[in-house]
């Protein structure tokens, strides 16, 4: 099987930048994808292939991956960032596989 | 504008059935393979099954395996999981989610809102 690991929440201060981890034995050879979850509403891809920002998604998010972690990094984090925010990776033997989740607030 | 809208969840007592939809728009439906995602109450997401666009490949989570029965109707461009022998670990909020198979890799460009699952008596 295959793990990753995210913490369970992230602080940030309003304007400020967020970097939310996802952590996984050698993820830097997985391709990573993030995906920002908010009550009542359908999730949003928000970066896919470790890097790439899906249409319509503002700029001030972007990704990395090196190594054992890949990471979120939001930038002049806003109020309407708040939300929970799930890494996937594809694993050929495990399959999807998801993290726990952080929950980002911006204070 | 890709549009993906699940119903039929509810409250089903331990034991019971249930049959969620999900109808798509937006989008040429019978191109992709579409999955089931779940999220149970202050847990992570879960994937809980899978179907290729043609609907002649089926995929399901060890959890679900002989429980649960996933289909689609590409005349009516939409998506079915029928759960049957449910359990109280079964309650969370079900998501259908579009797949996209690119370089080696696997990701939901986009989801539904969700429909929640309640097993209880």
């Known amino acids: 099987s295959y793990d990753v690991t995210q913490p369970l929440s992230v602080s940030v201060a309003l304007g400020q930048t967020a970097r939310i981890t996802c952590g996984g034995n050698n993820i830097g050879s997985k391709k990573v994808h993030w995906y920002q979850l908010k009550p009542g509403q359908a999730p949003v891809l928000v970066i896919y292939r470790d890097i790439n920002r899906p249409s319509g998604i503002p700029e001030r998010f972007s990704g990395s991956n090196s190594g054992n972690t890949a990471t979120l990094t939001i930038s002049r984090a806003q109020v309407e960032d708040e939300a929970d925010y799930h890494c996937q990776v594809w694993d050929g033997s495990a399959g999807w596989v998801f993290g726990g989740g952080t929950k980002l607030t911006v204070l | 504008e890709v549009q993906l809208l699940e119903s039929g969840g509810g409250l089903v007592q331990p034991g019971g059935s249930l049959r969620l939809s999900c109808a798509a728009s937006?989008?040429?439906?019978?191109?992709?393979?579409i999955s089931w995602v779940r999220q149970a109450p202050g847990k992570g997401l879960e994937w809980v099954s899978a179907?290729?666009?043609?609907?002649?490949?089926?995929y399901y989570a060890d959890s679900v395996q002989g429980r649960f029965t996933v289909s689609r109707d590409n005349s009516k461009n939409t998506l079915y999981l029928q759960m049957n022998s449910l359990r109280a670990e079964d309650t969370a909020v079900y998501y259908c989610?579009?797949?996209?198979?690119?370089?080696?890799?696997?990701?939901?460009?986009?989801w539904g809102q969700g429909t929640l699952v309640t097993v209880s008596s």
């Open positions: 989610a579009k797949e996209v198979t690119e370089g080696g890799t696997m990701y939901f460009d986009y």
């Open positions: 179907i290729s666009g043609s609907g002649g490949n089926t």
């Open positions: 937006g989008f040429t439906f019978s191109s992709y393979a």
